[in-house]
């Protein structure tokens, strides 16, 4: 199993660029979700997912877009890129909702 | 609101020192409590789960504990290569609104 696969690895875009980060699974996990890290803050919820079709926002969900429309694949879109979306983006995935889980190895994103 | 407090911020042992790192929360309803290890430029690596207080968990030098209130993460003997930060989150309710973290304890062991 690759388990959680995330790409791109970096990503340089300009305010008001828009990209689709993308997060794959093959454990065929129910649950997939997205958090951002940033310095000094833990990691925070962005949307997640509870199966395919069903998405729902988290913390901090304003400036990005999801789509489920696999088990596998949960896309994280941003629609205009600003430069507060300059951060680490962690894509992770679970059996069922509670259960532990596994992340990918992130995407950091910077926006000038 | 779910709450994750991690302390010390930072901690620096040396090679064989051991030491406990706490992890004090607020949950209603504590559905899980998780400890991660994450090395620089890579993704939180899962280590410990724990349900209930009392549960104890252990591999290798690492021993995670769970109390109403807190947990710890005990490190025997720590190697360099134990050197990360570690973070502590919780996920509470039916766990759909996923994991709430804390900032992390970053751990420098040195030879």
């Known amino acids: 199993n690759a388990g959680v696969t995330q790409t791109p690895k970096f990503q340089v875009l300009k305010t008001g660029q828009s990209m689709t980060l993308q997060c794959a699974q093959d454990?065929?996990?129910?649950?997939m979700s997205w958090y951002r890290q940033d310095p000094g803050m833990g990691l925070r919820l962005i949307h997640y997912?509870?199966?395919?079709?069903?998405?729902d926002q988290g913390e901090v969900p304003n400036g990005y877009n999801v789509s489920r429309s696999t088990t596998e694949d949960f896309p994280l879109r941003l629609l205009s890129a600003a430069p507060s979306q300059t951060s680490v983006y962690f894509c992770?995935?679970?059996?069922?909702?509670?259960?532990?889980?596994?992340f990918g190895p992130g995407t950091r994103l910077t926006v000038l | 609101e779910d709450q994750v407090t991690q302390s010390p911020e930072a901690l620096r042992l040396q090679e064989g020192e051991s030491s406990s790192l706490n992890c004090s929360y607020t949950v209603s309803g504590l559905r899980g409590l998780f400890w991660y290890r994450q090395d620089p430029g890579k993704g939180p690596e899962f280590l410990f789960t724990l349900y209930s207080a009392g549960e104890e968990k252990e591999k290798e030098r690492l021993k995670a504990t769970l109390t109403k209130k807190e947990s710890f993460l005990h490190i025997t003997a720590p190697k360099p290569e134990d050197s990360a930060t570690y973070l502590c989150a919780v996920t509470s309710g039916g766990g759909a609104d996923g994991l709430t973290f804390g900032k992390g304890t970053h751990l420098i062991i040195q030879p």
């Open positions: 454990m065929n996990h129910e649950y």
């Open positions: 997912s509870v199966g395919a079709g069903i998405t």
């Open positions: 992770a995935s679970s059996l069922a909702p509670g259960d532990t889980q596994y």
